[in-house]
């Protein structure tokens, strides 16, 4: 299994870039990296999903380098509602048991204004 | 939008019930999961479903289990509640056929439960 650690929290301020790194050292060839954001009182919710290099949707952008051991999400000009908990996840993606698929402990993120 | 609901936001049981958790999505996935969510342990999978009546157990399935006798339903079992139970379980669905939406799950809102 492809665990990951995270920082536990980070603070920012509004409008500020925040990145939040995730390193996966055993990741294998056909693992996915997933990101996830929570809110007090609610599921995780799915943000961003990429395999190798950039990938960019309307809420965050997700860089893995060549060698796939950690990613970084990044978050641009944070508001007080980007304040929660967001989650890596690494797995297959057509994986045929869910024990392949691995949360991270999470990283509180608390924007300040 | 996909809708996972699950049927109680708290639940308050006493030492040695059996209790449900109850789970239904509406959008026909295959898979189902049951996660309990602890602080500082992050989301933990108890057990998940493939396919109805098909089950596999997660990483922590000591003390539970599930059933999933339809599609869009799938429940947890606490079969003598104790108190080590206490804690926010989180139900999730996903699809194996649609090629944006593998790996990604949609998760409930959670149940609370207290076992006192």
């Known amino acids: 299994l492809a665990k990951t650690t995270q920082p536990i929290s980070m603070d920012s301020y509004e409008g500020q870039e925040v990145n939040i790194t995730c390193s996966h050292n055993?990741?294998?060839?056909?693992?996915?990296i997933t990101w996830y954001q929570q809110f007090p009182s609610q599921g995780p919710r799915f943000i961003i999903q990429?395999?190798?290099t950039k990938v960019t949707n309307e809420v965050a952008s997700l860089f893995i380098p060549a060698d796939r051991k950690s990613s970084t999400l990044s978050l641009p000009r944070v508001s007080l509602s980007d304040t929660a908990v967001y989650y890596c996840?690494?797995?297959?993606?057509?994986?045929?048991?869910?024990?392949?698929?691995?949360f991270g402990s999470g990283t509180q993120l608390t924007v300040l204004p | 939008d996909v809708k996972v609901t699950q049927s109680s936001r708290y639940l308050v049981k006493r030492t040695g019930e059996k209790v449900f958790l109850e789970c239904v999505q509406d959008m026909d996935h295959e898979n189902m999961f049951w996660y309990r969510q602890d602080p500082g342990l992050g989301l933990r999978l108890i057990y998940f479903s493939y396919d109805v009546k098909m089950k596999e157990k997660g990483d922590i399935p000591e003390g539970y289990s599930v059933s999933r006798e339809k599609k869009e339903r799938f429940s947890l079992i606490l079969e003598s509640a104790s108190t080590n139970q206490t804690s926010m379980y989180l139900c999730?669905?996903?699809?194996?056929?649609?090629?944006?939406?593998?790996?990604?799950?949609?998760f409930g809102a959670g149940t609370r439960l207290s076992v006192l």
């Open positions: 990429g395999y190798k």
């Open positions: 999730a669905s996903s699809s194996l056929w649609t090629e944006l939406a593998k790996n990604i799950q949609y």
């Open positions: 055993n990741i294998a060839t056909n693992d996915y």
């Open positions: 996840l690494v797995g297959p993606i057509s994986s045929g048991s869910a024990r392949q698929l691995t």
